[in-house]
C-alpha cells in the first residue's frame, strides 16, 4: 500500500500562485493619511518632517496635496488654513453635519462672544479696551472664552500704559469659519454667516 500522502492543493505553491504583496502606500496616501489624523490644519514643510523620507520635501508633499484637492470633490475637501491644510466637510453640507452631531445638544453662541470676535477679527491687533470702547461694556468674560477655544491668541503688548495684551485671531479661527486667509472675511456688517459658523461649531 503506498505511503504516499497527498497534500490540500491550498497548501501547495506554485509559481505565480503566492499572493500578491501587499502596495507600499503613495505618498498621496502618505499625506492624506497626515491630514485625516491630524486635529489642526498642517504645513507641507511639518508633513515632510513627520514624512521623514528622503526626497521627499515640501515641494512634493504641496503637490500631494493639491492631487488630494482636485480628487475631493464630494461633501468632503482639503481646506487651506494660513499655508496649512485640513480635511474637513464641505461648507455646503456642513450644517447638515453639525446637525446630525449635535441635535438637540447644540447650544447658541453668546452675543457678547460673537461681537468680541468680530471686532477683534476685523480691528486685529486689538487690545481689550479696544473692544470694550466699541461695545460699551466690560469684555474680559468674551475674551477668555475665546482664547480658551483658541480663536484668537497674544500676539503682543501694545506701547501704552500698562502695556496691554494685543490679540489677533488664529489658524484655528480661519479652520473654524472655513476660509484660507483674513482677506475671505465677510463684509463688516454681514455677520450671519459668521454667527451662524459659530454657533455651529459651538458644542455643549
Given at each position: 500500500?503506498s505511503?504516499?500522502h497527498?497534500?490540500p492543493d491550498?497548501?501547495?505553491?506554485?509559481?505565480?500562485?503566492s499572493p500578491?504583496?501587499?502596495?507600499?502606500?503613495?505618498l498621496?496616501?502618505?499625506v492624506?493619511a497626515v491630514?485625516?489624523?491630524?486635529?489642526?490644519p498642517?504645513t507641507?514643510?511639518?508633513i515632510s518632517?513627520?514624512?521623514?523620507m528622503d526626497?521627499?520635501g515640501?515641494?512634493r508633499?504641496m503637490g500631494a496635496?493639491e492631487h488630494l484637492?482636485q480628487?475631493?470633490?464630494?461633501?468632503?475637501?482639503v481646506?487651506e488654513?494660513?499655508?496649512?491644510y485640513?480635511?474637513?466637510?464641505?461648507?455646503a453640507?456642513?450644517?447638515i453635519?453639525?446637525?446630525t452631531l449635535?441635535?438637540?445638544?447644540?447650544s447658541?453662541?453668546s452675543?457678547a462672544?460673537?461681537?468680541?470676535?468680530?471686532?477683534?477679527?476685523?480691528?486685529?491687533?486689538?487690545?481689550?479696551?479696544d473692544?470694550?470702547?466699541?461695545r460699551g461694556v466690560?469684555s474680559s468674560s468674551?475674551?477668555?472664552?475665546?482664547?480658551d477655544?483658541d480663536?484668537?491668541t497674544?500676539?503682543?503688548r501694545k506701547?501704552?500704559?500698562?502695556?496691554p495684551?494685543?490679540?489677533?485671531t488664529?489658524?484655528k479661527?480661519?479652520?473654524?469659519f472655513?476660509i484660507?486667509n483674513?482677506?475671505e472675511?465677510p463684509?463688516p456688517?454681514?455677520?450671519?454667516?459668521l454667527?451662524?459658523?459659530l454657533?455651529?461649531?459651538?458644542?455643549?
Open positions: 500500500m505511503a504516499h497527498h497534500q491550498s497548501l501547495l505553491s506554485a509559481e505565480g500562485n500578491a504583496e501587499p502596495q507600499a502606500p503613495s498621496e496616501d502618505l492624506e491630514l485625516f489624523a491630524s486635529d489642526e498642517v507641507p514643510a511639518r518632517r513627520i514624512l521623514a526626497g521627499i515640501e515641494g508633499v496635496i484637492r480628487r475631493y470633490t464630494g461633501g468632503v475637501a481646506h488654513a494660513d499655508g496649512a485640513y480635511i474637513s466637510t464641505t461648507r453640507v456642513g450644517r453635519v453639525s446637525k449635535l441635535g438637540s445638544r447644540r447658541r453662541t452675543k462672544v460673537l461681537e468680541t470676535l468680530a471686532i477683534i477679527a476685523y480691528n486685529q491687533p486689538a487690545t481689550k479696551s473692544v470694550e470702547i466699541i466690560d468674551p475674551v477668555k472664552r475665546l482664547l477655544r480663536l484668537i497674544v500676539v503682543g506701547a501704552s500704559a500698562g502695556k495684551f494685543l490679540y489677533a488664529t489658524r479661527f480661519l479652520q473654524t472655513g484660507a483674513l482677506s472675511l463684509i456688517g454681514e455677520s450671519s454667516e454667527e451662524n459658523t454657533e455651529e461649531d459651538e458644542d455643549t
